[in-house]
């Protein structure tokens, strides 16, 4: 099938994370055997900072095509070429909620399906003030696709909400299992933590910092490396200078697939004191990788965390989570990392991404039909 997807997220120059997830998704179901096109849905500034109408992304043809969020002429601008270049699609998939705008009045021809991943959704208070009042009307367009799929049952609940008896499944992340799974550190008279992802409010790395002071009162020689970056490094670094943890938290940017996975494999534990996600990707990739978690509670991550190798945690406080990093590493001490790896499994790997996404593809023609 020629498969056209369209997103707002994916990887520019300047930000060569965003969106690498879509990129991943995209590869699977090309991997099937479809012929698949990314529409890029920009920013125009980030457009006209020289970026190509065409191009190629992890060997997908990708068109771009300016387009702000917040201005209804570029959307239906946007909406314009969208549906010209679905013409020529057998099925259409929209990645992203802020994909559907261009959609809002026509839809496609084609049979019509929708990806979410979207946090706001599940954490709408941390959103601007102004999509906060929109979004109760902006909601109702994941009622148009013919399937929706969500990245774990927590998000595909406020999709079912809208969509009623319209299908919304469930397709996860793809967070493949490291062939071979890191072995466990030997030496554990030091605690090595690491936490993965975005130096943001949300996933509070101020907690964890927090934490570690606490693991340091209880006698614990612990230290911390953040993985990631934001707004938040320099708040972190003073934390850790208020608190004389400054040679014991370590902050090393972004890093590619190798370095995170070479940074778990130092690691006793991974720690992620977020206030809400939808996948929670990098507790995924921990726990593939062997490693126990200890996270915040509020998501799709505990539809995955067997309680035998993580725990999830309700209340936000340094006291809570060093209980739990305890208790944690106290019942995961005689396990492996293969062991810890195997409570996932193949749950995330390309394969079943691929297929969960074909059967909404077959379930889309058959309801256009």
């Known amino acids: 099938m020629r498969i056209l997807a369209v997103t707002t997220w994916l990887p520019t120059p300047g930000s060569p994370s965003t969106g690498a997830f879509v990129v991943r998704d995209a590869q699977a179901i090309a991997g099937l055997g479809h012929d698949v096109h990314l529409v ?15 191009d190629t992304i992890g060997g997908l043809a990708v068109t771009r095509v300016p387009m702000g969020t917040a201005d209804p002429v570029q959307i239906a601008r946007a909406g314009r070429v969208v549906r010209g270049l679905a013409e020529h699609a057998d099925l259409v998939h929209t990645m992203a909620f802020s994909s559907l705008l261009p959609l809002a009045v026509r839809r496609p021809r084609a049979p019509w399906v929708h990806t979410e991943h979207w946090s706001g959704l599940t954490a709408p208070q941390t959103l601007p003030v102004s999509w906060q009042k929109a979004l109760p009307v902006l909601k109702r ?17 406020p999709i079912r909400a809208v969509r009623g008896a319209k299908l919304t499944t469930v397709v996860p992340c793809i967070v493949p299992v490291p062939d071979p799974v890191p072995p466990r550190p030997a030496d554990d008279r030091r605690l090595r933590l690491v936490s993965i992802g975005g130096l943001i409010e949300r996933k509070d790395p101020l907690l964890a910092v927090d934490t570690l002071a606490e693991l340091l009162v209880r006698g614990h020689d612990a230290r911390l490396t953040f993985v990631g970056q934001g707004p ?29 996975l070479d940074q778990l494999g130092r690691a006793h534990l991974f720690l992620g004191p977020t206030r809400g996600d939808n996948f ?35 209340t936000q406080s340094a006291t809570a989570y060093a209980d739990a990093v305890e208790s944690v590493l106290e019942r995961t001490r005689g396990l492996t990392a293969q062991q810890i790896s195997d409570t996932v499994g193949q749950r995330f790997s390309v394969a079943a991404v691929a297929a969960g996404y074909q059967d909404a593809y077959d379930r889309a023609g058959r309801g256009r039909r």
């Open 232 to 260: 938040l490094e320099d708040e972190i670094r003073e934390r850790a200078r208020i608190l004389d943890l400054t040679d014991r938290v370590r902050l090393t940017g972004s890093l590619d697939r190798d370095g995170v």
């Open 40 to 54: 890029h849905l920009v920013p125009p500034a980030q457009y006209a900072e020289g970026l190509a109408e065409r």
């Open 141 to 157: 367009l994941l009622a148009r696709p013919d399937v929706a799929t969500a990245v774990c049952d927590y998000l595909a609940a």
């Open 280 to 314: 929670f990707v990098s507790c995924a990739e921990a726990l593939v990788a062997g490693r126990p978690v200890v996270v915040g509670s509020t998501g799709g991550q505990g539809e995955y965390i067997d309680p035998a190798v993580g725990q999830t945690v309700p």
